[in-house]
T-cell receptor, first 114, second 117 residues
Framework: EAQVTQNPRYLITVTGKKLTVTCSQN?????MSWYRQDPGLGLRQIYY???????DKGDVPEGYKVSRKEKRNFPLILESPSPNQTSLYFC?????????????FGPGTRLTVL | GNSVTQMEGPVTLSEEAFLTINCTYT??????LFWYVQYPGEGLQLLLK?????DKGSNKGFEATYRKETTSFHLEKGSVQVSDSAVYFC????????????????FGQGTILTVHP
C-alpha cells in the first residue's frame, strides 16, 4: 500500500530534550516536506527536500533541522524543543515539486513540549 | 506573497443539506488549487484539485471550479452525509523549479464541518 508513515504519532517531552520525528514514504517520491498545523493558521511549511541531499527552508524553519540521506526518509529534528513548538506535524511527499503534483500526507505527529 | 482565505467556521448542517465552503486566494502567478480533507484523528487527504482556469475538480460528490476572474475555488456538495464531518482545507501551489516556493502548498485556516443526522 502506497503511504507516508510517521513515528511517533504522539510525543510529550520537556524543553531542551532533543527529539526526532521520522517520516518514510514507499512511493519513490523525489519531493518531501514537513508542515506544522496550528489552530487558526492552517498548515505552514517548515522544510522541504527536492531530492537526496537537497533540502531548503520553508516558511517557519526556526528551531528545526532536517536531513535527506535516503530517498524514502526525511526526519525532522528538534535539537532543543521549546513550548512554542507544541503542534501537530505532518510529513508529505510527491513525485516532484511542481504545481500540478499531488502531495500525500502522513497521519501526523502530535507533539507537546512542556 | 501567496495567501488563501476560507470562510469562517465551524459549519453545522443537517444531513442532505447543501454545502458551500468559500475559498479565495491571492497569488503572484498561476497556481494550482486543491481541497484537502482531514477526518478526525487522521492526516490530510486530497479531495479534489484543479490546475487551470475553468477546470472543475470533483470527487465523492464534492465539486469546485477554478475561477480565475474572481480568484475563487469554492467547495460545494449537493447533499452532505454524516460521514462528511471533517475539517476542509483549501490550498494552492505555485511552485517553480528553483523558486523559493518550490512545491509548497499554501493553506487556508481550515473549516470545520459537522453534519447531524
Amino acid at each position: 500500500e502506497a503511504q507516508v508513515t510517521q513515528n511517533p504519532r504522539y510525543l510529550i517531552t520537556v524543553t531542551g530534550k532533543k527529539l526526532t520525528v521520522t517520516c518514510s514514504q514507499n512511493m519513490n517520491h523525489e519531493y518531501m516536506s514537513w508542515y506544522r498545523q496550528d489552530p487558526g493558521l492552517g498548515l505552514r511549511q517548515i522544510y522541504y527536500s527536492m531530492n537526496v541531499e537537497v533540502t531548503d527552508k520553508g516558511d517557519v524553519p526556526e528551531g528545526y533541522k532536517v536531513s535527506r540521506k535516503e530517498k524514502r526518509n526525511f526526519p525532522l529534528i528538534l535539537e532543543s524543543p521549546s513550548p512554542n513548538q507544541t503542534s501537530l506535524y505532518f510529513c508529505a511527499s510527491s513525485l516532484k515539486g511542481g504545481r500540478t503534483y499531488t502531495q500525500y500526507f502522513g497521519p501526523g505527529t502530535r507533539l507537546t513540549v512542556l | 506573497g501567496n495567501s488563501v482565505t476560507q470562510m469562517e467556521g465551524p459549519v453545522t448542517l443537517s444531513e442532505e443539506a447543501f454545502l458551500t465552503i468559500n475559498c479565495t486566494y491571492t497569488a503572484t502567478g498561476y497556481p494550482s488549487l486543491f481541497w484537502y480533507v482531514q477526518y478526525p484523528g487522521e492526516g490530510l487527504q486530497l479531495l479534489l484539485k484543479a490546475t487551470k482556469a475553468d477546470d472543475k475538480g470533483s470527487n465523492k460528490g464534492f465539486e469546485a471550479t477554478y475561477r480565475k476572474e474572481t480568484t475563487s475555488f469554492h467547495l460545494e456538495k449537493g447533499s452532505v452525509q454524516v460521514s462528511d464531518s471533517a475539517v476542509y482545507f483549501c490550498a494552492l501551489s505555485e511552485s517553480e523549479a528553483g523558486g523559493t516556493s518550490y512545491g509548497k502548498l499554501t493553506f487556508g485556516q481550515g473549516t470545520i464541518l459537522t453534519v447531524h443526522p
